[in-house]
């Protein structure tokens, strides 16, 4: 198999009433896959990694060259074919004629060279203390369509030219680092790419991160890292810094996936507007197909008016690792339909859309998004910090989201049934579903801006509801009206700010710090009925959801709060 993802075609059944936790089994971008009372087999497209084929180790290479630049022109060695044509420092190496798969060591300096690679074969490019600038394209330009190995040793810095002059007629030439085929990195040593004419690094097939390597990537122009048919990173080290306007960090037409490994994606260009019919913000990351989330860290800071954090067209996944996003700018342009359950600012809430508009969102994707295992932290200073326009599930992990408009909103169901969840918004609601919103686990703190918004919104106006089964509650502000409470939830008259309260349920305590503004009223829940204490002093416990609450403190102090039950709904409910 000589691609690292293999399509298979697996079926599955879609169930009703919430969204598609296995990620091998992919609805299409805005399938309702909730209908009341229905299930369906289907067939659905699933990408399989290999492994085997990505790992250096396994390939057996028939031939080594060296190639040394250097001020008076590169040198080469190991060239028993003559495959390797130099021109003072620039390097043409063209194995297409043999069967050999050939590993290729480059080292030494120049300030104005390439290195230009065709071949039929699989090969290595191990980088060995290069330091290489090509003022008139990019610095390595492989045209082989084969997977090809990047194995970094040492300190290693490529950087192109601001314009491209030497692409020949029918041959892509799109990053400071160029690849027809996959480009997979491994080793212990660091390579530093500053790309002022294109991209980065780019393959038109995957980038793949497997090593200890350090990867650093500066773009003024494009794309930080992009794999056209998917980016995995594994392990190593990764940073991106863009600054172009429109252009990601990480760019993709298929999956992004992170495994392991440490990536920090830093992007302040704002809004492309070159094609005033399909403007185009720039994001930390951007994918065509699925995002996964295993393992590792992954940090987003985007500060471009109308950015985001991570975007995608289709379902987004977070089993493990961690995630923190920012974004700080503001939105572009202004929204002509809205349509939303609120809104501010002239924007129509989570359905706003407008062919001069782009929205500012820390984590927006078009597909359902299930958060698992994650620990998730998302800002927004002006839009949704985490917006699914599918469904939303949160069934494990810790996931803290704050904005000034809804902090987490699904167009379709919502539904939480375990983990931690901080949904945290000072000018419209805590957690919005533009469907039916389910709360059958977990703990969640939940504040909205008051006035007409709540803490916990379903979309009532459409025939939607509010359910309330299980969890642990502690919402600032009123619940949606019509709820069905199938546990019992207790209000009181008010609440103070920058206060610590205590919440205990049964055996287990809670303590959740309020934030400075927030709605009117108090409404709390748990599997019994909880006792609640304001003014607590704190010590000890696990703090959790960005200092926002602990887990088992140690309180005292305080007063206890009176508690009436809640008049918001009752009756029987349930997933429709």
Same mark, same amino acid.
Not at 182 to 198: I, P
């Given at each position: 198999?000589?691609?690292?993802?293999?399509?298979?075609?697996?079926?599955?059944?879609?169930?009703?009433?919430?969204?598609?936790?296995?990620?091998?089994?992919?609805?299409?971008?805005?399938?309702?896959?909730?209908?009341?009372?229905?299930?369906?087999?289907?067939?659905?497209?699933?990408?399989?990694?290999?492994?085997?084929?990505?790992?250096?180790?396994?390939?057996?290479?028939?031939?080594?060259?060296?190639?040394?630049?250097?001020?008076?022109?590169?040198?080469?060695?190991?060239?028993?074919?003559?495959?390797?044509?130099?021109?003072?420092?620039?390097?043409?190496?063209?194995?297409?004629?043999?069967?050999?798969?050939?590993?290729?060591?480059?080292?030494?300096?120049?300030?104005?060279?390439?290195?230009?690679?065709?071949?039929?074969?699989?090969?290595?490019?191990?980088?060995?203390?290069?330091?290489?600038?090509? +003022?008139?394209?990019?610095?390595?330009?492989?045209?082989?369509?084969?997977?090809?190995?990047?194995?970094?040793?040492?300190?290693?810095?490529?950087?192109?030219?601001?314009?491209?002059?030497?692409?020949?007629?029918?041959?892509?030439?799109?990053?400071?680092?160029?690849?027809?085929?996959?480009?997979?990195?491994?080793?212990?040593?660091?390579?530093?790419?500053?790309?002022?004419?294109?991209?980065?690094?780019?393959?038109?097939?995957?980038?793949?991160?497997?090593?200890?390597?350090?990867?650093?990537?500066?773009?003024?122009?494009?794309?930080?890292?992009?794999?056209?048919?998917?980016?995995?990173?594994?392990?190593?080290?990764?940073?991106?810094?863009?600054?172009?306007?429109?252009?990601?960090?990480?760019?993709?037409?298929?999956?992004?996936?992170?495994?392991?490994?440490?990536?920090?994606?830093?992007?302040?260009?704002?809004?492309?507007?070159?094609?005033?019919?399909?403007?185009?913000?720039?994001? #930390?990351? +951007?994918?065509?197909?699925?995002?996964?989330?295993?393992?590792?860290?992954?940090?987003?800071?985007?500060?471009?008016?109308?950015?985001?954090?991570?975007?995608?067209?289709?379902?987004?996944?977070?089993?493990? #690792?961690?995630?923190?996003?920012?974004?700080?700018?503001?939105?572009?342009? @202004?929204?002509?339909?809205?349509?939303?359950?609120?809104?501010?600012?002239?924007?129509?809430?989570?359905?706003?859309?407008?062919?001069?508009?782009?929205?500012?969102?820390?984590? +927006?994707?078009?597909?359902?998004?299930?958060?698992?295992?994650?620990?998730?932290?998302?800002?927004?200073?002006?839009?949704?910090?985490?917006?699914?326009?599918?469904?939303?599930?949160?069934?494990?992990?810790?996931?803290?989201?704050?904005?000034?408009?809804?902090?987490?909103?699904?167009? @379709?169901?919502?539904?939480?049934?375990?983990?931690?969840?901080?949904?945290?918004?000072?000018?419209?609601?805590?957690?919005?579903?533009?469907?039916?919103?389910?709360?059958?686990?977990?703990?969640?703190?939940?504040?909205?801006?008051?006035?007409?918004?709540?803490?916990?919104?379903?979309?009532?106006?459409?025939?939607?509801?509010?359910?309330?089964?299980?969890?642990?509650?502690?919402?600032?502000?009123?619940?949606?009206?019509?709820?069905?409470?199938?546990?019992?939830?207790? @209000?009181?008259?008010?609440? @103070?700010?920058?206060?610590?309260?205590?919440?205990?349920?049964?055996?287990?305590?809670?303590?959740?710090?309020?934030?400075?503004?927030?709605?009117?009223?108090?409404?709390?829940?748990? +599997?019994?009925?909880?006792?609640?204490?304001?003014?607590?002093?704190?010590?000890?416990?696990?703090?959790?959801?960005?200092?926002?609450?602990?887990?088992?403190?140690?309180?005292?102090?305080?007063?206890?709060?009176?508690?009436?039950?809640?008049?918001?709904?009752?009756?029987?409910?349930?997933?429709?």
């Amino acid at each position: 198999m000589n691609k690292v993802f293999q399509i298979l075609l697996v079926p599955v059944t879609l169930m009703a009433g919430g969204c598609q936790t296995d990620p091998l089994a992919l609805t299409p971008s805005g399938e309702d896959n909730t209908s009341s009372g229905s299930s369906s087999d289907t067939y659905v497209a699933a990408y399989v990694q290999d492994d085997a084929g990505d790992d250096i180790s396994t390939v057996s290479f028939d031939r080594t060259i060296t190639v040394t630049f250097s001020a008076s022109g590169a040198t080469v060695s190991g060239d028993a074919n003559g495959i390797v044509k130099v021109s003072g420092n620039d390097v043409t190496a063209d194995n297409s004629a043999y069967d050999e798969k050939v590993h290729y060591i480059l080292k030494g300096s120049a300030s104005d060279g390439f290195f230009k690679l065709y071949g039929a074969n699989k090969q290595a490019l191990t980088l060995d203390g290069l330091t290489l600038t090509n +003022k008139r394209g990019a610095a390595i330009n492989n045209q082989s369509k084969k997977r090809t190995f990047v194995v970094l040793k040492g300190s290693n810095q490529l950087a192109d030219g601001a314009s491209y002059t030497l692409t020949p007629s029918g041959e892509d030439e799109k990053a400071a680092l160029f690849s027809e085929g996959q480009l997979v990195f491994s080793g212990d040593g660091s390579l530093s790419v500053t790309a002022t004419g294109k991209a980065g690094i780019t393959s038109d097939d995957y980038v793949r991160l497997l090593g200890g390597q350090t990867v650093t990537v500066t773009s003024s122009a494009g794309h930080g890292v992009r794999g056209q048919e998917a980016v995995v990173v594994d392990a190593g080290t990764l940073s991106v810094t863009v600054s172009a306007a429109g252009k990601k960090g990480i760019s993709t037409d298929g999956e992004a996936i992170f495994n392991g490994g440490n990536t920090t994606l830093t992007v302040s260009g704002g809004v492309d507007t070159s094609d005033s019919s399909d403007l185009s913000g720039s994001a #930390g990351v +951007k994918a065509d197909g699925v995002f996964t989330m295993n393992d590792g860290t992954l940090t987003v800071t985007n500060s471009g008016q109308g950015g985001k954090g991570l975007s995608g067209d289709r379902q987004a996944y977070f089993y493990g #690792g961690t995630v923190s996003i920012s974004v700080s700018g503001s939105n572009y342009g @202004s929204s002509s339909s809205g349509g939303g359950m609120g809104g501010f600012g002239g924007w129509g809430g989570s359905n706003s859309s407008s062919d001069n508009s782009v929205a500012a969102k820390a984590i +927006k994707f078009d597909g359902d998004v299930l958060f698992a295992g994650s620990t998730v932290k998302a800002v927004a200073k002006s839009h949704e910090a985490i917006e699914s326009k599918g469904t939303l599930e949160i069934s494990d992990g810790f996931v803290y989201a704050q904005s000034t408009d809804d902090a987490i909103n699904a167009a @379709s169901h919502l539904t939480i049934s375990g983990g931690y969840v901080c949904a945290y918004s000072t000018g419209n609601d805590g957690l919005d579903a533009n469907g039916d919103m389910y709360i059958e686990g977990g703990v969640v703190y939940a504040t909205c801006s008051g006035g007409a918004e709540v803490s916990l919104d379903a979309n009532t106006e459409g025939g939607r509801k509010l359910y309330v089964s299980g969890g642990t509650l502690f919402c600032i502000g009123s619940l949606e009206n019509g709820a069905q409470l199938t546990q019992t939830c207790y @209000s009181a008259s008010s609440w @103070s700010k920058n206060t610590w309260y205590s919440l205990t349920v049964g055996d287990d305590t809670f303590a959740f710090r309020t934030p400075a503004s927030g709605g009117s009223g108090l409404v709390v829940s748990g +599997k019994s009925k909880p006792e609640l204490k304001s003014g607590v002093s704190v010590s000890g416990g696990t703090q959790i959801l960005e200092g926002m609450a602990v887990i088992g403190p140690s309180v005292s102090g305080g007063s206890s709060v009176s508690l009436s039950t809640y008049s918001g709904g009752g009756g029987m409910g349930g997933r429709r």
